[in-house]
């Protein structure tokens, strides 16, 4: 196993660029490499506008699905390298489960690490996993596994079968409506870094095979939690599936339902009713 | 039909973020992320994740036209149950104690067992209105049926109403500043620069002290890297006070300087308050009660009153109806808007015409012992995020005086915009 250690987090704009321009002519098998980078701190002012866009409270604790955006850009550099098997442009993130473990501080230095994972076969392609983990004071506080799907894509010889559904019972009542902006990606794109161009805009989009501008979904997944502040265990899974993706601008649904210690969730189109985010909270 | 028995609501603690300087730590927070993160810090220090209380009532005086339901808004991403009711009010820097009074009335006439007071205010954070002349263009816009008529009433838009109106700490009736209004009436009563000062420094002494002794240990919960109030100055002094210049009032007569006037601050506070039953039956304790209050409002604009000279006339009404004088108290809390305001309420209350006149006394209510006085410090050391102030005071008086032992009894004077003036009693 090879393991990188960055000083700084990489430019995601040049990488979604060197991605881009190296899509072409990839293919084997996932590399063992680990992208980390130790002593992270969170970014006050940085926080603070993730926090507006995705409507949670500031406060001490990071919002459980902010590692995200610090392990993000190493997950980015894991895939836009020559040795990772799949094109990012046109990767699609069909799954995502987060496991805090306990209230992670503002304050605290935070280690991170991530790879990749679980090269699977899916009916329309292949996925791949993209997993990291987050420690603080010596124990994993947080780690997640994003499931990416590439279209058309062939996973090796006795690869398992993709698992990209989350469950949920039927969720009949919405709890709230959102009116999400045109802009929605671009405001999530600045505060995240996650400036995949599917996301910027519709004539951007267009170039990827989209109608129009698509939300990201792990802006969707935090505004549905930030909806339950202060409802969520403190010890919590948070596994959801991005279902049809949310054209930009819409007006959506979120329909919620207590599940013992945790909840369901579905992020719905308010007109058509497709689903666009399913998902579980646990207490773990 | 006999008259309802009334009890004595009970002080059961409180908690509040440390209060910072404007634009300053809390700058990127808004009312209702301090309000929320306070009130989860009280549902932590109580055990009351996920109850409901009677009641959670709080305000803020600085109040974005999106947070009409502010209290609700912020009980609804807290910990505490969802089915807890909660209402806004505003009385301008009395809006914390006036909500404690609220909450204690009905505790006292038995319409709930428990509940919270409190108050926010962010002076960063602070609502910008639209130039009043656009806005006025724009609700014509938005009335217009046509495009013509649209047109027509677009047509009225002015570079000039670009500017957006920027809150001031001013009285809408006068145009003076509240420091202004302060200068006014420390010039009618001859206040000092000097006394002034000496206020000033023993409030940042006692408040520094306070915090080194863990007074505020279960007061207080950090906030954004804030462990203290960012105001405090623990080594302030008379020749450091002496230095600064002036900032209102004019001339040689200027005595007020933004080291004895408090600075703009934002923070949170809130209050813990039940029935003795409901506090024993939650195994927490009665720090005090919630005695008495009074209210009390001067002409400040035509009549020739000072602007925050309302709690002297306040006093007065609540003594009498409790058969009490001055001196009767173990601790004393007025609120330091200005060490100014402190110094000319204690000399309108010993002055005997001023008693007399004003009051409607037959003697001056005297001195009162000095050393009993903002104990713990007051809002020239911790600052003043306006609606938090009432509850950061009740909640340390309450401690006070349970320090002290059964018995013991406290006056609140806080004086607010508007000439308006809140007085309460609390004894332990």
Redesign the interface.
């Known amino acids: 196993m090879a393991r990188q250690e960055l000083d700084g987090p990489p430019s995601m704009a040049q990488l979604f660029a060197r991605a881009a321009l190296t899509a072409r002519g990839r293919g084997g098998d996932l590399p063992d490499t680990r992208i980390a980078r130790t002593g992270v701190t969170v970014e006050?002012?940085r926080l603070?506008e993730y926090v507006r866009v995705c409507r949670f409270?500031?406060?001490?604790t990071l919002p459980v699905t902010y590692p995200h955006v610090l392990a993000f850009p190493l997950q980015v550099a894991l895939m836009s390298d020559r040795a990772f098997p799949l094109a990012l442009p046109g990767l699609v993130h069909v799954r995502n489960r987060v496991e805090q473990l306990r209230p992670v501080g503002?304050?605290e230095p935070l280690d991170l690490e991530v790879w990749a994972d679980t090269f699977a076969t899916h009916r329309s392609g292949a996925t791949v996993d993209l997993v990291a983990s987050v420690r603080a004071g010596g124990a994993e506080v947080w780690r997640s596994r994003s499931t990416y799907l590439a279209r058309g894509a062939t996973a090796p010889q006795d690869a398992p079968t993709a698992e990209v559904d989350v469950h949920v019972p039927p969720l009949d009542t919405a709890a709230a409506q959102w009116r999400v902006p045109d802009d929605a990606g671009r405001r999530y794109a600045a505060v995240s870094g996650d400036v995949n161009p599917i996301h910027l805009s519709g004539l951007t989009a267009k170039a990827f095979g989209f109608k129009r501008a698509i939300a990201h979904g792990m802006w969707v997944k935090a505004r549905a939690l930030a909806a339950l502040?202060?409802?969520l265990p403190d010890a919590v899974a948070v596994d959801v599936g991005f279902k049809k993706p949310l054209f930009l601008p819409s007006t959506v649904t979120l329909s919620t339902a207590s599940h013992g210690a945790g909840w369901d969730l579905a992020v719905r189109n308010a007109a058509s009713g497709a689903d666009h985010l399913l998902g579980t909270v646990r207490p773990v | 039909m006999t008259a309802p028995r009334t009890r004595k609501a009970a002080i059961i603690g409180g908690n509040r973020i440390p209060f910072a300087r404007s634009n300053s730590a809390y700058a990127q927070a808004s009312n209702q992320d301090m309000l929320t993160s306070t009130l989860d810090g009280l549902v932590a220090r109580f055990g009351l994740q996920g109850q409901q209380v009677g009641e959670v009532v709080a305000g803020a005086v600085l109040k974005h036209s999106r947070d009409f339901n502010l209290t609700r808004e912020s009980v609804l991403g807290s910990r505490l149950s969802a089915a807890t009711p909660a209402y806004d009010v505003q009385q301008a820097c009395g809006t914390g104690l006036e909500a404690v009074v609220l909450v204690a009335n009905k505790i006292a006439l038995g319409q709930v067992d428990s509940g919270i007071a409190g108050g926010v205010d962010t002076t960063s954070d602070a609502p910008l209105a639209v130039n009043d002349d656009l806005r006025r263009v724009l609700v014509q816009v938005n009335a217009a049926k046509t495009l013509q008529q649209r047109l027509k009433a677009l047509s009225g838009i002015r570079p000039g109403q670009l500017v957006p109106d920027i809150p001031r700490n001013a009285e809408p009736r006068t145009g003076l500043a509240m420091g202004e209004h302060a200068a006014i009436t420390a010039a009618v009563w001859e206040i000092g620069r000097e006394e002034q000062d000496e206020l000033t420094v023993r409030s940042h002494h006692n408040l520094a002290a306070a915090y080194d002794r863990g007074f505020f240990d279960d007061l207080l919960t950090p906030y954004l890297g804030l462990t203290r109030d960012q105001n405090l100055r623990p080594d302030s002094s008379m020749e450091k006070l002496a230095r600064l210049s002036p900032v209102f009032g004019r001339g040689e007569g200027a005595t007020m300087t933004a080291g004895n006037s408090t600075p703009l601050t934002d923070g949170a506070s809130v209050v813990l308050l039940g029935s003795d039953e409901w506090a024993a039956a939650h195994d927490l304790p009665v720090l005090a009660h919630l005695v008495d209050a009074q209210t009390a409002a001067v002409d400040y604009v035509h009549g020739g009153e000072g602007l925050l000279m309302a709690p002297a006339y306040a006093l007065p009404v609540l003594l009498a109806r409790n058969g009490l004088t001055l001196q009767d108290f173990d601790l004393y809390e007025i609120h330091e808007a200005f060490a100014s305001t402190v110094l000319s309420t204690l000399k309108a209350w010993e002055d005997p015409a001023f008693c007399k006149e004003k009051l409607g006394l037959d003697g001056p209510l005297g001195p009162i012992d000095r050393s009993k006085l903002n104990v713990a410090g007051s809002s020239l050391a911790a600052g003043h995020p306006f609606a938090a102030t009432g509850g950061r005071i009740v909640a340390s008086l309450a401690k006070l005086l349970h320090q002290q032992g059964p018995g013991r009894r406290g006056l609140i004077s806080i004086c607010a915009a508007g000439g308006q003036g809140v007085v309460a009693i609390l004894e332990s």
């Open positions: 006050a002012a603070a409270a500031l406060g001490d503002t304050a502040s202060g409802r």
